[in-house]
C-alpha cells in the first residue's frame, strides 16, 4: 500500500462522518423548521379559540395536522373546538384519525379523550326526543318533505278533521340544523315522522317498518316493530306487530316485556299498560273489560291496577241498543307522586267519534282507585295535573308541557283552529303561544304541534275557501321569546 493509499484509508471515514454530520444538521434544520410551523399553527388556532371563531380555529388546527400528522396536541385540541361548537360527532371522527396516525406511545392520551367524549355525548339530554325535529348535541334533526311525500286527501278526510298523512313508501331528506342554520344531509331515503335518538344512533319509520343509523347516516339496520314509545336506560321501550311491548337493546335485539297489550305510559323504569276489550268479527265487543296495568322494563312486578268496564265509562245507566264497537281505552296517563291519573273513555260511529269519558287515579299498589271528571262527547280527550299548594288540581285540553289547539266551533268536524295554548309548569294558568292572527296568512289549521326549549314547531295547512281542499302546507318555528316565525319548509298542493 502506497502512502496515497494509506491517506485515503483515513480520509473515507472523515468524510463519512462529516456527511452524515451534515444529514443530522439539515434534518435538525428542518424538523426545527417543522416544529416552529407546527408550533405557530397551533398559537395560532388558540388565538380563534379565544376570540370564539371556530372554523378558522378548526382550519388551523388541520394545517397543523398536515405539518406533523403524528403529533397528537392538534388533534386533541381540535377535538375541544368541535365539542365547544356542538359537534362531537366530528371530535370523535378526529380523534379516530390521530389514534391512526400517531405512534402507540401517544395514543393513550387521545383514547383517553375519546372515551370522555363519548360519555358526555352519551349523557347528553335529547330535547323533544320521539318529535319531528329532536336537537341533540346543538343540532335539530328532522324530514324534509316534497310534494309526492304527502297523501292527496278527499273531501271526507277534511270533513273529519284530518288534514295531513304522509306517504309510506315516499323518499325524503333527512337533515340536520346546525347553530346557524346550516342545513346538512344526514340521509336520503324512504321515510318520515318522529325521530328517536338513543345510543349514538337516529331511529325512523317507514311504511311498516322501523330502522336506525349512525348520525352520520351510515350503518342502516331495519327492526320488524310497530312503533316506538319511550327511551330507558336499558333500551328503547318498542311494539311490535304482534301486539307485544319490548325492549329494542343497544345491540338490537328485542326482548317482550309484557305480551298482548297496548302502551300507555312510561316513567322510573316501569312501562303503564292497557289490556283492551276483545272485538268479535262481526265488529262487536265481546268482553266488554280493559285492564290498566304496570311492569317493570324487565318484566318483573307485572300486576294489574284496576279492572274498568263499560258501565265504570258510561255509568249505571248504560243501555246501548247496540254493541258499541269500539272498546274503551286509556288516552292520557300523568303521575305525583305515588298516585296515577289517567283519562279513559270510547269511541264509535262511522267517524270514530269520542263518546265521552273519566278522568280517574289509582296508586301505584293498586288501591284506591276513584273517578274525580266526567268528560263530555267531542271533548278533550288530555288533561294536566299539578299540585297547587297542598291541592291537586285539573286542566282538560293538553298535558303539561304539550302544546293543544282551541277551536271556533267544536259541534262539527270541520274544525278551524284559534290559537295554541299550553300548560308551562305545574302552578301556571294556560298560556297562548300562538294565535289565529300569527299564522292567518299562511294557514287556515295548524296541525303537528312541538314546543321545544321555548320554540313552537307547527304545520300550517291552508284549506281553500270552502274548506274541501289542501292548498298548501307550511312547516314553521316560532322563537316564543322574540315571537318571530320562520319558514322552514313550504310544500304547495298545486305542485303535487
Known sequence: MNKKQKSMKFLIPIIIVVVIAIVISLVFVFNRKDIKAYDNKLEQAQKYVEELDYKRAETAY????????????????????YVADGQADKAIK???????????????????KKKKIEKQTQDQDVINNGGNHVTYNGKTYYWKYTGDSLELLDQTDIYKGIYLQYLNDA???????????????????????????????????RGDEWFSIKLDGTDEIVYDISDVYAVSND?????????????LEKNGEIEVIKEG?????????????????EIGTNGNITNEILNFGSVDVNGNNDFILVNLSVKDWYGDDYDFDY??????????????NDEIYFQYGGYDGSSYIYQGGKIA??????????????????SATSFTVY??????????????????????????????????NIYTNESSEKKEILSKNEYKSIGTYVDELEYIDNELYFVAVQLDESDSYVQSYTYCKKNLKTNKIEKIQEIIYHDF
Open 387 to 420: 299540585r297547587n299548594g297542598s291541592d291537586v288540581e285539573i286542566k282538560t285540553g293538553g298535558a303539561l308541557n304539550k302544546p293543544f289547539c282551541e277551536y271556533e266551533n267544536s259541534s262539527d268536524y270541520s274544525l278551524v283552529s284559534t290559537t295554541v
Open 323 to 336: 254493541p258499541i264497537r269500539i272498546p274503551i281505552t286509556i288516552d292520557c296517563v300523568q303521575i305525583i
Open 235 to 247: 333500551g328503547l321501550i318498542v311494539g311490535t306487530k304482534d301486539f307485544n311491548i319490548s325492549l
Open 261 to 277: 297489550v297496548a302502551f300507555c305510559y312510561f316513567e322510573g323504569n316501569k312501562v303503564y299498560y292497557e289490556i283492551r276489550s
Open 171 to 205: 323518499e325524503n331528506t333527512l337533515v340536520c340544523s346546525t347553530k346557524n342554520g346550516k342545513e346538512e344531509v344526514v340521509y336520503e331515503g324512504i321515510g318520515h315522522g318522529e325521530i328517536w335518538i338513543y345510543n349514538q344512533r337516529i331511529y325512523s319509520s
Open 361 to 378: 287515579k289509582v296508586k301505584k299498589d293498586g288501591t284506591g282507585f276513584t273517578n274525580i271528571k266526567d268528560i263530555e262527547m267531542d
Open 62 to 81: 388541520l394545517e397543523a395536522i398536515k405539518i406533523d400528522s403524528k403529533q397528537p396536541k392538534a388533534y386533541l385540541k381540535l377535538a375541544d373546538v
Open 94 to 112: 378526529i380523534l379516530d384519525k390521530g389514534l391512526k396516525n400517531i405512534d402507540k406511545d401517544g395514543q393513550n392520551e387521545i383514547s383517553e
